[in-house]
């Protein structure tokens, strides 16, 4: 194993010691953030983070800016000596899409050639626009680049490719080397459920994935997607601020449309801004059952539900698209499949057909548990 491999393995933080949440008594003050004005649109944690950063970035700016050699313009006059994103200094967001391993390697050299650790990029003249980005969001594909990417302590896309990704070797859901780990996937999907929470063919994916893209030595089990604020990275305000995205289906089959509600992680919290909701919870506490905003029982709060795979495995859930449960093969061999899964719910966290009231608790009823509290 390379000295950068030890180097940069993800933050074990499960509260646990696995993949399974526990149950833990309610921190103080613990409440439900309705994001309902622009003054309280963002959360005081991501607000800061963003803050501190742009704070740091003049000399980014300005090494950026001179090897640009833009014709009659004043860097010095550009970078101020107190810099505010998005009011004296561009707020900078990367959008990264989905499309499974093609959106992780196409993303990932993208990327690549944003950074400045890149000397070929840096030549070119594109290197230091990551740095100078202030947010960098995806889904699905992009979840999966983000994701491992972040857990890892932002190195090197090809870092990562040389330590955890490895992509030059053969590898697919049907090889041998695969279909083994599968019984261990399925057990750790039940350990979970055994400890009281509900579980998902994404809980079973997440093993998966985490074994693919998650830089532990345990294969991500006990890695949690807030685990991010304490790398280094993070805490010296020197990564873009990372956000994967989900989105819902009413009842598990509806389309998705324009004004389907889009779901955020983030290091510090889970939510959505969509009008019908319009609330945030601490990402540790994710998974506890609310009312009025506030816990349902002081002594029965949860804590390790956000597990980096199963985050990147909400994500980027395929098995609830109509069509895939058409023709999926739990049609074509419902006795295996049902065997194989002890009929463990095909959803996530998204869609959230299942979600509310069934497998994270959060909002049980979301106009009773959120909108009592205003």
Known sequence: MSDHRRRDLAIEASPSGGYE?????????FTIRVAGT??????????DYIAQKAAKSTDLWQTYLAGVGLADFDVANFTTSNPVAGETIPNIGIAMSGGGIRALIGGA????????????????????ILQLANYITGLSGGS??????????????????????????????????SVKRYPKAISQAKRK??????????????????????NDTHHGSKVLFSSIRNTTEY????????????????????????????????????????????AFIPLEDLGSRMEAGKPAREDSCVQGFDNAGFVI????????????????????????????????????IVPVSRLLHKIVFLFPRPKSAVLKQK
């Open 21 to 29: 949440p526990i149950v833990v008594r309610c921190p103080a003050n």
């Open 38 to 47: 622009d003054s309280d649109f963002l959360g005081q944690k991501e607000a």
């Open 109 to 128: 050299g993208i990327l690549d050639a944003f950074d400045n650790r890149n000397p070929e990029a840096v030549n070119a003249g594109t290197g230091g």
């Open 144 to 177: 999966w680049l983000l994701g491992s990417w972040a857990t890892s302590n932002f190195p090197r896309f090809t870092a990562l490719n040389q330590t955890v990704w490895r992509l030059t070797e053969p590898s697919s859901y049907t090889s041998w080397n």
């Open 193 to 214: 459920s055994k400890s009281g929470f509900p579980t998902s063919l994404v809980d079973v994916q997440s093993y998966i994935l985490s074994r693919h893209l998650i």
């Open 235 to 278: 805490l010296n305000r020197q990564a873009p601020f990372p956000i994967l995205l989900c989105t819902s289906r009413v009842n598990g089959v509806s389309e998705i449309n324009s004004d389907t509600p889009i779901y955020e992680f983030n290091p510090e919290e889970f939510g959505v801004c969509h009008p019908t909701l319009k």
């Open 313 to 348: 495995g909400a994500s980027s859930n395929v098995l609830s698209q109509p069509g895939f449960r058409k023709f999926s093969w739990k049609n074509i061999l419902p006795e295996a499949y049902d065997k194989i899964t002890n009929h463990i719910y095909d959803e996530a």
